[in-house]
């Protein structure tokens, strides 16, 4: 099972932290900072697992991480995960970041960090792996966007409407019969200016 996932940059700043058990605040900074310190030391030529901090489990731990460009992606999973299954899922949730943010970086970690939770959800729920095919992942998150593109157009539409059907914008009021808007053109040129088309 995986017990928390953690992402920091060279500096140690968290840039995501997901704990799939509970620790008080205060504990899981001083968590991320051990294991920035553990993982930050070793020399790139070594193999990415490492025993646990004491903070997280020591022993009965493995912190597996992957460094790329300037972030460290840590998962500390327990003794029933496979390390190069790991490997993979940490590969396949930066390979998928990259296609959702065209290039990914650091600042993309923090401006869009719903988006990035979003997408760490569709890989890992509860401390358990539940897809790891990007193809899969990426459908999902399409789907998504496109749900909240749809809110936002719904949105738009119903302010604009309620602008023009209460406030008597447009040479319109409330007391418009169906009639008198279909005598007139269409229902969408009653309440949007000229021009505004959805």
């Known amino acids: 099972m995986i017990k928390a996932i953690l992402v920091f940059n ?26 920035f310190h553990l993982v930050s ?25 992957r460094h790329y460009a300037t972030l460290y992606f840590v998962f500390c999973v327990d003794s029933s995960e496979s390390e190069l ?8 949730f930066v390979e998928t970041l990259d296609k959702c943010f065209e290039n990914v970086c650091e600042l993309d970690l923090i401006f869009h960090v719903d988006k990035v939770h979003y997408i760490l959800s569709e890989l890992v729920m509860g401390g358990m792996v539940l897809e790891t095919n990007m193809t899969e992942i990426i459908t999902r ?26 406030a008597g914008i447009y040479g319109k009021t409330d007391d418009l019969e ?18 505004v088309r959805f």
């Open 41 to 65: 030391k070793r020399d790139d030529s070594v193999c990415n697992f490492l025993e646990g901090g004491t903070l997280i489990g020591g022993s009965d731990y493995k912190l597996i991480y």
């Open 10 to 35: 060279n500096h140690g700043k968290p840039r995501l932290s997901k704990f799939y058990q509970f620790y008080p605040e205060d504990l899981q900074h001083q968590i991320i900072r051990e294991t």
């Open 178 to 195: 169906l009639d008198d808007i279909q005598g007139h053109g269409s229902h969408q040129s009653t309440f949007l200016p000229k021009g």
């Open 141 to 166: 998150i399409e789907e998504q966007n496109k749900l909240e593109k749809q809110e936002a157009r719904d949105h738009v539409l119903g302010v604009l409407h309620k602008i023009g059907g209460n």
């Open 85 to 92: 299954g790991i490997l993979d899922l940490i590969q396949v």
